[in-house]
Each structure stands twice: as structure tokens, then as C-alpha cells.
């Protein structure tokens, strides 16, 4: 179906409710702002998904986990993806993904598996409804838009979020999905956290389009930016996509951020960025704003703020906790979701692996 290229444009500035002050600014017309009972859940929310990615720092820095990339000033990026979800929808993750994983109501120690090096998932992605967290750049929107067309042949009223970083729209597996969903009307919306650097590259080094929410308009996807530090913005925003999406039109939206933290625990962010720039977005901290407009409106009180503090470092305390226990794992549970029926070769792979273990235990 084709659509006349105005109505698939981006806004000419990203859309935006709050000003880093907390106050409000008059946004675009045709986005329906959220209640202020879904911002009070999403301030509770980020005060706990920030003290869950405080803990997973530290517990790398401990030795506890083998990587963890900080989603540390994204959190209203993270928060709305999780929230405007229905509980049969979809959520493909990347590795920086955690924070919204745990706002789903996951298990954070499960999520934390694949980080810590004990398997390649650490749940069960048809309960959760959640896809294994991608390493890979961009390879999972392939994934979302195949199982998104799937359910639009299930003639179901479900959709799916793909969640992606700058860096993975440089990548040929997101223009592919982009036109497959297009073609083929996936309910499938893509979120691209805009954080500025894919791992030390800047974003004028990937693309010289005005805004990488325009890759969509060539292959008819409707898109729109976002200034993804306003949770008031993205709530309204992606609201809007997903009615799009399980319209049968999928919609693209780049959220412009900003990871405070390096790309990895093994990344060293000063030899590409300096300090100036990361104070600057420090101000418009996505918390400290809804936190500002909330309290401005008579919405949230010291005694919300403490409980919400107090939930967080609630999650932090059975985290180390669990974190701190070793492990026992089953090397022969390599080969257990290789394969639906395991091949010639695994089965020899795997025999001869108990063989060598049998071995050592004599």
C-alpha cells in the first residue's frame, strides 16, 4: 500500500513535552500525552530500573558479570518501551536492553545470564515474550518484523517492538526489515536510541541524513523523532506507533539520547568524547525532568520518591545476593536448544564432549 510521502515524514525537530527543566512546551499536534498516572508509574519505574543498572555496574566491576553496557540516561527510552507493551506483545532487545527487560517484570538474574557467561539466554523467550537479547548488530529486526508478518497471519491483534541503537541502522539487515515490513504491513515498530556513538564512532560519521528517522520514508514506513530524554514524549510517541502498527503499518521512531556511561565496561569513552559533552546531557537528565514536572503539578511527594528509592535498592540487595552465589552449570546443556532435532554433527559434538568428562571424573 502505497502512502503520499507527507504523511510518512518525520517531524522537522524531534517531538518534545518537557523542556530539561521539567516544565512544558507545546508539542505537535496528533499525540495524545500521557495520564499522570502513567508518568507517576513511569518516574517508579525509572527510579528502579536506574539502581537495577547502578547494581549490574558494579557487579561487573566485582567480577560478577563478564559485560554490561550501561543504559544509564536512557532510561525513559527504556521505561516507555516496556510500558506501552501488552502483555502478548513482543519485546527483541539488544545487549543494552536490560533495563527494559526488568520493567517487563523479568527476573533480572535471568536476564543477567547472558552477561555473566553462563548461556546464551537465561529465560524462556515464549513466556516472557521476549527475544533472546542480540549482540549482533541489527540482526534482530529481521527477526521482529518474520515474527510480527506471523502474527499478522494469525490474524491476531498483537505487535512487536524492535529495539536498536544508531550503529545498527547502518547495518543492511535493518533496511531489509524496514521494506519487508512495509511490504508485507508487519505491526512491527522500531525504536532507534539515537545515543550518539556506535560504540566510538559519532553519528556524523555513520549517516549525513538530517535525521536517521528519514531511512523509513523510502521504503514507506512511517517514522518520527523523538527527544528520547522526555518520558512524557516517548510515552506519547510510541502510543502512537504501536496504534499504527496493529493497524498493519509499521512505524520507525528515532529517540535522540545519550548513554552517560562508556559503551561497555571494557570501553574507555574518554578517548572519544570529553567531559563537557557528557555534563551537558547530565542537564537533561530523562528522571530528574519527570521528577521536576511531576512534583511542579503536585503529582509526586518525598514519600512516593523514598518508595520508589526504596523498591530499587530492594531489587539491588536480592540481586548481589543471587549474583554472589556460584553457579552450576551443565556443560552438556550446550547442546540442548542448538537445534530442534540435533544434526549428525551435534550429536557427535555432544558425545564427544561426555566422553571427555566421563573421562576426567575417572
Known amino acids: 500500500m ?27 499536534a496528533g499525540y495524545t500525552q500521557p495520564s499522570v ?25 566485582q567480577g560478577r558479570l563478564a559485560v554490561y553496557p550501561s543504559s544509564r540516561g536512557q532510561e525513559a527510552c527504556q521505561i516507555a518501551a516496556a510500558m506501552v507493551l501488552r502483555r502478548d506483545d513482543w519485546l527483541f532487545p539488544t545487549y543494552r536492553d536490560s533495563m ?7 527476573d533480572p538474574v535471568e536476564v543477567l545470564t547472558l552477561l ?25 529486526t529481521l527477526h521482529a518484523t518474520g515474527l510480527a508478518y506471523a502474527m499478522r497471519r494469525k490474524g491476531t491483534d498483537d505487535a512487536v517492538l524492535a529495539l536498536i541503537g544508531d550503529g545498527a541502522t547502518s547495518e543492511g539487515d535493518f533496511h531489509e526489515a524496514l521494506n519487508f515490513a512495509a511490504v ?26 538530517p535525521s536517521l528517522a528519514y531511512k523509513g520514508v523510502g521504503y514507506g514506513v512511517r517514522s518520527e523523532q523523538v527527544d528520547g530524554n522526555d518520558p512524557v514524549a516517548m510515552l506519547a510517541v510510541l502510543h502512537k506507533a504501536f496504534e499504527h502498527a496493529r493497524a498493519g503499518k509499521p512505524f520507525l521512531i528515532e529517540a535522540h539520547t545519550y548513554r552517560i556511561e562508556a559503551h561497555t565496561n571494557a570501553d574507555d569513552a574518554t578517548r572519544y568524547r570529553d567531559s563537557d559533552e557528557v555534563d ?37 540487595a ?15 546443556t550446550l547442546f540442548d536448544h542448538v537445534y530442534a532435532r540435533p544434526t549428525t554433527q551435534l550429536v557427535e559434538q555432544r558425545d564427544l564432549l561426555a566422553t571427555e568428562l566421563k573421562a576426567q571424573e575417572g
Open 2 to 28: 502505497s502512502h503520499p510521502a507527507t504523511d510518512l515524514l518525520p517531524s522537522a525537530t524531534p517531538v518534545r513535552y518537557l523542556a530539561e527543566d521539567g516544565t512544558t512546551v507545546d508539542g505537535p
Open 37 to 61: 498516572e502513567e508518568l507517576r508509574e513511569a518516574h517508579r519505574r525509572m527510579v528502579v530500573g536506574r539502581r537495577f543498572d547502578a547494581q549490574a555496574t558494579a557487579l561487573t566491576k
Open 100 to 106: 527494559a527487560m526488568v520493567s517487563r517484570g523479568m
Open 116 to 140: 555473566r557467561g553462563d548461556a546464551h539466554c537465561g529465560y524462556d523467550p515464549n513466556a516472557a515474550r521476549v527475544a533472546p537479547q542480540c549482540t549482533p548488530l541489527s540482526t534482530q
Open 184 to 209: 508485507f504491513e508487519a505491526p512491527v515498530v522500531f525504536l532507534v536510541q539515537n545515543n550518539g556513538y556506535a560504540i566510538s564512532v559519532p553519528l556524523e560519521k555513520q549517516s549525513a541524513a
Open 280 to 316: 551537558r546531557w547530565l542537564d537533561a537528565d530523562p528522571l530528574a525532568r519527570l521528577e521536576k514536572h511531576l512534583r511542579s503539578i503536585g503529582a509526586l511527594t518525598d514519600e512516593d520518591v523514598a518508595a520508589a528509592q526504596a523498591e530499587g535498592e530492594q531489587l539491588a
Open 318 to 332: 536480592d540481586l548481589r545476593s543471587r549474583m554472589n552465589a556460584e553457579p552450576h552449570l551443565d556443560p552438556m
